[in-house]
């Protein structure tokens, strides 16, 4: 947690079901891309993957 807030700047992490509400749970690093893409989610973390839709957006 540290680590993160050190990178970031940002003091907080959230770990939620990653879902639209009324499908299932996601279960592949293929579905998590399909949700990342087409929601209005501005980051999320796949696998070792941190994705970003617009980089500029976040503090280095």
């Known amino acids: 947690m540290s680590a ?8 907080i992490l959230l770990n939620t079901s990653f879902n639209i509400m009324g499908k299932p749970i996601l279960h592949a690093a293929e579905d998590a891309m399909l949700v990342f ?3 209005g989610l ?3 973390v796949v696998v070792d993957f941190l994705l970003m839709k617009n980089p500029s957006d976040f503090p280095r």
């Open 4 to 11: 993160f807030h050190a990178l970031t700047g940002v003091p």
């Open 42 to 44: 501005d980051a999320a």
């Open 37 to 39: 893409l087409t929601t």
